[in-house]
């Protein structure tokens, strides 16, 4: 397996270079993947090869990743890639198991309403094939891991703790270790055979649902007098919104925020029409305060800027620029668009903040 | 424009609500049918060139020369047109699939495809048959219409003609770079040579392949796979030729000027696009051939529309022509073939260009 992030040789993209211009990539990944649709030339893909319930809400995907997979660091998430009705979608997962073996797993949760979550659940299948980006991500243990390293999560957040607590538990070092998992019931509780088998081998595991008698939720009294020196430890939060919110108010409170790395599950900002919103604009680096009339083409305009353009009617595709970040909608056709990808400036409004390549 | 006077701007405006109309019931509708149409033509076009490929190379009988010649053409046809033509086109940017990305495909032509969605995308479709801004009119190589100024050169018109559809592709790629303008003094040397870097790589890569890593591959084969390149690519130039002429060049289709784009709102650009537009009539596999651009009407109206769906939306333009009473311009591929080539011995001549053009237009779409 080569290194995360490594590049490879000069004489390989050069080769890769002149098969393409000489047309010969295609052919090859044409038939490559009618032999097997894991064979490419460079894309990862993984076979589906367990599908595990975890609880009412939540399953668990057993990938095994083709051979162009580089491997992940424990906390890390990958960009999950299904085509559903001929569309191609890419949703972020975090890759819930520690990076040992051939296969990985996502351990995904329904949202209500969601594209690519519903047809997770309810479509793939065993044998099927998925896209994966390369695992991305720094919410991740440091080489030098801390001595007493505390995890607060809730719902589906614990995933990144999964994968470093499985770590841990595979070098035998849960001793020290501490997890705070909030969940909603005893049922939606992820894992939790895996989580009882690790406290039994020296995690300290608190388990906090909305079920019992007490608080709900994430409760900064009650968790600080569970974890009273949480201030000094290195942690890892991931949870919903509110639950973020409240523990980081708890380690501002503490002055301890250096020591909180987090991960946010962000989902797509839900559109809203006609209001004004902020666009920026990577690569020029100014932020804008667009008023939300016409086009996102005639709104830069109108602020000072000048993209290229053409037909302006979205024939001509002269407009066309990546949008990096952020809800847009294709005034054509309606389509509300959440993912990071190209959209014609001349027939596209923002729904929501967006940041361009401009 | 002056053919539809009989219509008021308002009843211009109602034709062009009507067409977005087509346009959105089918935007609305893309789905697995289109994906999978366009994987059944690349999967052809694919083992067409696979199968010709080899029995080029493996073959040493004029039989299997003759088929292995006709596959490499098919691919090469199914290539350019029905796959590399549309997806630059952007008609399958939605499924965002990277071979499908309008922005990433290189097809099988010398013509850089950077280049030449510029001059297609925007120049030929923006401004479809407007003299002196569409500089596909002719390939500025033939006069097609009457409004186009007269000299002696167009005289020798019907053989630069034959030499255009022999060499379609190099004609294709030397028109993107606008020569013309040294002549104009437009563009300098340099300017042209930079322009020119792209193109001249991306050729010689193709000539790289088709004339002497193949027929190299094929060892004592070589003479014989190289022939078979060669015709293959001639065979597709010829095709694509024809299939472009007849698109908007045929008896009936409308040239425009400038000063008729004043002000032009999106309902009479749609106009302009039916009324500079042929359509070729056939059956499935002859449209599959142009790459649909046998229907060269609605492809111009929705030029981002999967192009397989023009067959169903013509039946939908046509019906809306006749209601509008407008003309709807459709033939045969034999009757459109013979119009344009009538148009290109007739304009060879000086003939004398249509009347005024300062039509004026209705007051209420006078921007
Ligand atoms: C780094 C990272 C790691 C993650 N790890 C995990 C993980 O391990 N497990 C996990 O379960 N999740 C994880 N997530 C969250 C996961 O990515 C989202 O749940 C997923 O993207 C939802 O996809 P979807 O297609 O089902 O929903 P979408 O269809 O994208 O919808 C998302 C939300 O927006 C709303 N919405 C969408 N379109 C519209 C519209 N037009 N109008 C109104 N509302 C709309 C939906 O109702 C829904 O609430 C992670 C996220 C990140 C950023
Ligand atoms: S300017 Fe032509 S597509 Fe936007």
Redesign the pocket.
Known sequence: MRVPGENPSPTHTSLRSAAHRLRLDRQASHWLQKIDPLLTLGEVRARVVGILPETSEVTSFVLRPNGHWRGHRAGQ?TLLEVEIDGVR?Q????I?SPPHGDTLV????R????????HLHDGLRVGDVVGLSEAR?DFVLPDQRPERPLFVTAG?GI?PALAMLGELANAGELKGATLVHHARSRTDIIARDRLVRWADAGLELHLFTDDQPGPRGFDADRFAATVPDFDQRETWLCGPPPVMQSARALWALRDALPRLHT??????P??SAGRSVQVTLRRSGRTLTLDGRGSLLEQLERAGERPAYGCRMGICHTCRCPKVAGTTRDRETGA?S?EPRPIRLCVSDARSDIELDL | MTTPTHLSPSEIEAFGRELDAIRDRHLADLGERDREHIDRIISLAMTSEAAGRLLLHFGIDPISFVLGTGALTLSKILENMEIGHNVMHGQYDWTRDPKLDSHSYEWDAVSPSAGWRHSHNFEHHTFTNVLGKDRDIGYELLRVSADQPWNPGYLAQPLRALWLALAFQWGVALHDLKLEELRTGESTREEVLERAKPFLCKAAWQVAKDYALYPALSGLNAPRVLLGNLLANIGRNVWAFAVIFCGHFPEGAEIFHEAELEGERRAEWYLRQLLGSANIEGGHWLHVLTGHLSHQIEHHLFPAVPAWRYPEMAREVRALCERYDLPYNTGSLGTQLKSVAGKIFRHALPTKPRAALTRQAPPALAA
């Open positions: 998430h979608h949703r972020p997962f975090t819930a996502l351990t995904v949760k949202i209500d309403g969601g594209k690519v979550t519903n991500g589906s995933t991960e946010r599950f962000v989902a797509a839900a559109p509300i959440t």
